[in-house]
């Protein structure tokens, strides 16, 4: 069997690190069904494939058909994967696939690539690297730096659009709503090595003018356990938190569990615990140890 040497790259919110590795792929693999073509794909190892395939084997076999109950399912296949941040940046754009190192953007964007294969009865890695394509990039499609949706808040707009996710905050009678400016990239260019190039830096500050006075909805942290919040959040849901910080939106990604009581609890790739991991205390006690973070959002994917 032939491989093919191919450096791992790819995208990553703007709160997310980033990271390169180098990593061997079969050549006879072939294209994305569909969709972006091998040449375009980076991996992280020569077994990534392999374990992808096994994942939605394991999905299938499971018998779940409910979106919710398939995040949940693949999260805690995930947990104990080590935390890596940094890991999706480089000279070249294109699709990253890696499943042993999660920040908590890819975690998410994993999460999403899985269920919604299985969703379609499918268990290749092809339909995979289909969805995370077509979550990861504006339009579905990958091109250039500029083509992903760094800004949360705009991968919300443009996937809630396409019919790939729904934004429940705002049926959450508790909830409030943000006005916020995001330039946080544009205004902090020396942080990011492809702002360098001020072709890709117009283009990101064009984008950021359509999220001028951006309003969305959230839920203040101290109404996490409130009943409110309960009658409509799942385990399964995506939840995002909402940051103080100028210039941009959210600020770390994960999931909703749920405890004993109801209340929920964020299962995450840590920062902090160094993998994937279900956090010790329910998101409303861990949230009021940090001032830096107001609340939340909650999103789901879209059967």
């Known amino acids: 069997m032939r491989f093919k040497k191919i450096l791992w790259a790819g995208a990553a919110w703007v709160a997310c690190g980033l ?35 096994e994942l939605l084997h394991a999905g299938r076999s499971s018998g779940l058909t409910d979106a919710n109950e398939l995040v949940c399912f693949y999260a805690h296949k995930l947990e104990g994967t080590p935390y890596v941040a940094h890991t999706l940046e480089g000279e070249v754009e294109m699709l990253t696939i890696n499943i ?4 908590c953007t890819t975690f998410v964007e994993t999460l999403y690539a899985l269920t919604r294969a299985t969703l379609n009865g499918r268990e290749s890695w092809r339909d995979y690297a289909n969805h995370l ?21 705009d991968w919300i707009v443009d996937n809630s659009n396409r019919g790939n996710i729904v934004d429940v905050t705002g049926d959450i009678g ?7 400016t995001l330039d946080y990239m544009t205004t902090h260019r020396s942080s990011y090595a492809s702002l360098a190039s001020d072709s890709i830096y117009e283009k990101i500050k064009n984008v950021e003018v359509g999220y001028r006075n ?20 799942k385990r399964g849901d995506f939840v995002g938190l909402v940051t103080r910080m100028n210039g941009l939106d959210l600020s770390h990604l994960g999931i909703i569990e749920l405890d004993s009581k109801g ?25 009021q140890k940090r001032q830096s973070n107001k609340g939340v959002r909650i999103f789901r994917i879209k059967e």
């Not at 042993?100 to 920040?103: A, G, K």
């Not at 993998?275 to 006690?285: A, S």
């Open 133 to 153: 394509e077509d979550l990861r990039y504006r339009h579905g499609e990958m091109g250039d730096y500029s083509s992903r949706l760094h800004y949360m808040s």
């Open 263 to 287: 209340n929920p609890v964020l299962l995450d790739a840590s920062s902090v615990g160094k993998k994937v991991m279900l956090e010790p205390v329910d998101l409303k006690t861990q949230l």
């Open 174 to 180: 508790c909830a409030r709503y943000e006005i916020k």
């Open 19 to 53: 990271m390169c590795h180098g990593g061997d792929v079969c050549e006879a693999m072939g294209a994305c069904a569909e969709a972006i073509t091998i040449e375009k794909m980076r991996f992280h190892c020569s077994n990534d494939t392999v374990k992808i395939n």
């Open 214 to 233: 951006h309003r969305f909805p959230y839920i203040k942290k101290e109404q996490l356990n409130s009943n409110d919040v309960k009658k409509v959040v």
């Open 100 to 103: 042993d190192e999660l920040d």
